[in-house]
């Protein structure tokens, strides 16, 4: 089977953005002083997703959210993994950019709801890669030991289910 120069070469950029995104997400956050009123200027993820289509794919992933406001999110994601079709399992990855916005971004809740969207570039081996729109709800809980867990569904390119990882603030979400 004959392999396009889209898939090609996109796996290449997803290869050659993963060792930043794991970098992001595993270094401590840093601050911007005491003049901005965001001190954490970014925030780590890793994360696990699947996405149900024709094409179906599990991804794992690393990202990085920066906040673009007190209630906004703006979220990048790398992720690869395996997709399968008739049988057939093949690589695959992907890069999202979702903005979130926040419904609790102060924890005056145990549970903080947040919705977004965004944009999803997905690749698998032997298909043409492809943009998709995204649309997300998610939840995220409280923080424990630097780190918050979330769970969001949405849809984008199929329908997606995932779980995320998020390093804690200690001022908000």
Same mark, same amino acid.
């Given at each position: 089977m004959r392999r396009g120069l889209g898939s090609a070469a996109?796996?290449?950029r997803l290869r050659r953005a993963a060792p930043l995104a794991i970098a992001l997400a595993l270094a401590p956050p840093g601050s911007s002083g005491a003049q901005s009123p965001f001190p954490t200027r970014w925030?780590?993820?890793?994360?696990v997703d699947a996405i149900f289509a024709r094409l179906t794919a599990v991804h794992a992933g690393l990202g990085a959210s920066v906040p673009l406001?007190?209630?906004?999110?703006?979220?990048? *994601?790398? %992720?690869g993994g395996a997709s399968r079709l008739s049988g057939v399992t093949r690589t695959?990855? &992907?890069?999202?950019?979702v903005g979130r916005f926040l419904l609790d971004p102060?924890?005056?809740?145990?549970?903080?709801?947040?919705?977004?969207g965004g944009l999803s570039y997905r690749a698998d081996r032997g298909a043409r890669g492809r943009v998709d729109l995204v649309a997300v709800i998610g939840v995220e809980g409280t923080a424990h030991r630097?780190?918050? *867990?979330? %769970?969001?569904?949405?849809?984008?390119?199929?329908?997606?289910?995932?779980?995320?990882? &998020?390093?804690?603030?200690?001022?908000r979400r």
């Amino acid at each position: 089977m004959r392999r396009g120069l889209g898939s090609a070469a996109a796996g290449v950029r997803l290869r050659r953005a993963a060792p930043l995104a794991i970098a992001l997400a595993l270094a401590p956050p840093g601050s911007s002083g005491a003049q901005s009123p965001f001190p954490t200027r970014w925030q780590g993820e890793a994360r696990v997703d699947a996405i149900f289509a024709r094409l179906t794919a599990v991804h794992a992933g690393l990202g990085a959210s920066v906040p673009l406001g007190y209630y906004v999110r703006l979220e990048g *994601v790398v %992720a690869g993994g395996a997709s399968r079709l008739s049988g057939v399992t093949r690589t695959s990855g &992907r890069a999202d950019l979702v903005g979130r916005f926040l419904l609790d971004p102060f924890f005056q809740y145990r549970r903080g709801p947040y919705a977004g969207g965004g944009l999803s570039y997905r690749a698998d081996r032997g298909a043409r890669g492809r943009v998709d729109l995204v649309a997300v709800i998610g939840v995220e809980g409280t923080a424990h030991r630097g780190w918050m *867990v979330a %769970a969001e569904c949405g849809v984008g390119g199929g329908v997606r289910v995932g779980m995320a990882l &998020r390093r804690a603030r200690e001022d908000r979400r």
